[in-house]
């Protein structure tokens, strides 16, 4: 790393190394180490550095907003068990209504032997008009 | 690549209420620094960092991780919502726009010193053309890589270091007075 880097690199990441692109850091390192004039530059980045820092000094975040966010986050949905379970309820009521119909189509026509039945009914009328 | 958000954001997108709060907890105080950078205004910056978690829970049940992390990501909805902002500004403006209205309460002469050196270091911050103070945001303040910085504001790495450069060199100039105050001692406390 020759002074120019250096110089462009300190100007734009600030004195902390570990701002700096990982790939250059230790190449930074020893350069400060071995140029006298390095070192000066850096200690003027880190008063930069400084300065920037008491801009960090500001409110926490509300609780306020914290929950507000926390209230439109993504709500779980049924457990798919459960609309398992419902979709077979439903499946079995369908299978009912079904057996039903199906059942009464089923059931056998009534027989002509049940008109002593009606006849049952129908014989004091007889009686009355022989009278 | 691994993703460290990778699994809350799965989690969270189906409705686990315990990794949706991790995620606020790991990222909402980001959220709201560079937002606050961004704009220096604290409630602007509230409204902001609470889009983008709306845009998080949207993204959340659909999120595939891939090229970028899901924290650059937020950070690029983040700059992109704050861009919009303060393009609405320059559109309307308004004189009161992004100033910070002063705490009334008394403070001890510490804190009121400290608070004086934030506000002119954030002004001197909001003075700077956006995108320089979106890099410096990034770089000085969330400590991003400059790889992650420059993914965000989609630029090369080359043109960020030309705006860190560059912001940072006026950011000297502008608070000149205020590192002689730093640097000299604290002094003028009412």
Redesign the interface.
């Known amino acids: 790393m020759d002074r120019q880097r250096f110089a462009?690199?300190l100007?734009?990441?600030?004195a902390d190394f570990?701002?700096?692109?990982?790939g250059v850091r230790a190449s930074a390192s020893a350069f400060v180490a071995e140029d006298a004039e390095a070192a000066t530059l850096v200690a003027d980045a880190h008063?930069?550095?400084?300065?920037?820092d008491?801009?960090?000094?500001?409110?926490?975040?509300?609780p306020d907003?914290?929950a507000?966010?926390?209230a439109?986050?993504?709500?779980?949905?049924p457990p798919a068990f459960d609309r398992r379970a419902m979709f077979a309820l439903a499946a079995c009521a369908v299978f009912g209504v079904l057996l039903g119909y199906g059942g009464g189509l089923l059931a056998p026509i009534p027989s002509e032997d049940d008109t002593y039945f009606t006849m049952a009914f129908e014989a004091p009328m007889a009686f009355e008009d022989e009278g | 690549m691994i993703d460290p958000d990778a699994e809350l954001v799965r989690n969270?997108?189906?409705?686990?209420?315990r990794a949706?709060?991790a995620l606020?907890r790991r990222h909402?105080?980001k959220m709201?620094?560079v937002a606050?950078?961004m704009l220096n205004d604290?409630a602007e910056a509230?409204d902001v960092?609470?889009e983008v978690?709306?845009r998080v829970?949207r993204e959340?049940?659909r999120w595939k991780p891939g090229q970028a992390k899901f924290e650059t990501w937020m950070h690029r909805v983040a700059i992109n919502l704050c861009y919009d902002r303060l393009r609405r500004r320059r559109e309307k403006t308004d004189p009161d726009a992004g100033v910070m209205v002063a705490d009334p309460r008394p403070l001890a002469s510490e804190e009121w010193l400290?608070?004086q050196?934030?506000a002119?270091?954030?002004g001197a911050?909001a003075a700077l053309p956006e995108r320089q103070r979106a890099a410096?945001a990034l770089?000085?303040?969330d400590?991003m890589?400059?790889?992650a910085a420059a993914e965000i504001l989609e630029i090369s790495?080359e043109a960020?270091?030309?705006l860190?450069?560059r912001g940072?060199?006026a950011?000297?100039a502008a608070?000149a007075d205020?590192?002689q105050d730093?640097?000299g001692g604290a002094e003028g406390a009412p």
């Open positions: 462009e690199l100007d734009a990441y600030g570990r701002r700096w692109p990982a008063e930069l550095d400084l300065l920037l008491a801009g960090r000094h500001e409110a926490p975040v509300s907003l914290t507000r966010i926390l439109s986050a993504p709500r779980a949905q | 969270a997108g189906a409705g686990d209420a949706a709060e606020v909402l105080p709201v620094g606050r950078r604290g509230e960092a609470q978690f709306l829970w959340a049940p400290a608070r050196r934030a002119k270091v954030n911050l410096i770089v000085h303040f400590e890589s400059n790889i790495v960020l270091e030309s860190l450069s940072r060199r950011l000297k608070l205020v590192a730093l640097m």
